[in-house]
């Protein structure tokens, strides 16, 4: 150890500065560069970026988990959805042979599957059913992606319009394999949202667009055979 401390008094002799004031200490280069940058960066900027190491590192070590979606409403015959503008609510299932005035004329091998639903426009503005974003979103589960076809219950009209504020007793009518679906099965039809827009530049009006399922309507068919009974 004194052998280390003599060497030490050797070297700090050797370089030891000249009698007289002592120079100003000496800013560290990096020191100097930090501060010349930050006095150009706005302090908006470096909020933004405190914000993206914080939660970089956050994600990093797990903190920022994807939060599950809540699931879908599901109803029952006679509950109601509200979506895309519409309040939905289906009443019954019908598994039949065939159906006049829905639009819809079963081949060979085939029978029809009818949703009965209930359909108000609680929009301010009249709408076609087979409009995008209206009834004709409404799917069965587990089935191709078709529209069915739709017509009112009371008076048959195909694709009619919906008032606002007037209920609409609605068919929606499907064309299937015979041996799809039987009666007791449990029918599953998905029900919508969307978004409404009002149109710019080249579209004029409202309209109804970013369709998606909102929830699920579970109902049990009815297999009425070659008539609908009451």
């Known amino acids: 150890m004194a052998e ?6 050797a070297v ?22 930090v501060t010349a940058v930050a006095d150009r960066v706005s302090t908006k900027w470096i909020g933004g970026i405190a914000t993206a190491l914080i939660l970089g590192a956050t994600a990093a070590f797990g903190g920022l988990g994807t939060v599950p979606e809540p699931p879908l409403p599901e109803l029952s015959a006679g509950e109601t959805f509200t979506g895309a503008g519409l309040e939905m609510t ?15 004329t079963p081949a060979e091998g ?17 709408r076609p059913a087979t409009a995008t974003g209206s009834v004709a979103e409404i799917r ?11 017509a009112r219950y009371d008076d048959t009209t195909l694709n009619p ?10 068919v929606l009518t499907w ?7 039987a009666g007791g099965d449990e029918l599953r039809v998905a029900l919508h949202t969307a978004t409404e827009y009002s149109g710019e530049f080249f579209i004029h009006g409202d309209y109804w667009e ?8 579970t109902l049990s068919i009815e297999d009425v055979g070659a008539g609908v009974t009451e």
């Open 4 to 9: 280390t401390g003599a060497v030490q008094s």
């Open 12 to 33: 700090e002799g050797a370089v030891a500065p000249a009698s007289g004031p002592s120079p100003a200490p000496r800013t560290p280069t990096s020191k100097k560069w």
């Open 90 to 104: 289906p009443q019954r299932a019908v598994l039949i042979d065939e159906l006049s005035d829905t639009g819809v």
């Open 110 to 126: 085939e029978r029809l599957l009818v949703l009965l639903v209930d359909v108000t426009n609680i929009d301010d503005t009249a």
């Open 140 to 150: 069965v589960d587990d089935a191709p992606d078709v529209a069915g076809a739709i």
């Open 161 to 170: 319009w919906l008032q606002p504020g007037v209920p609409a007793p609605l």
């Open 175 to 181: 064309a299937v394999p015979a041996d799809a679906y």
């Open 210 to 217: 970013d369709v998606e399922v909102g929830a699920y309507a």
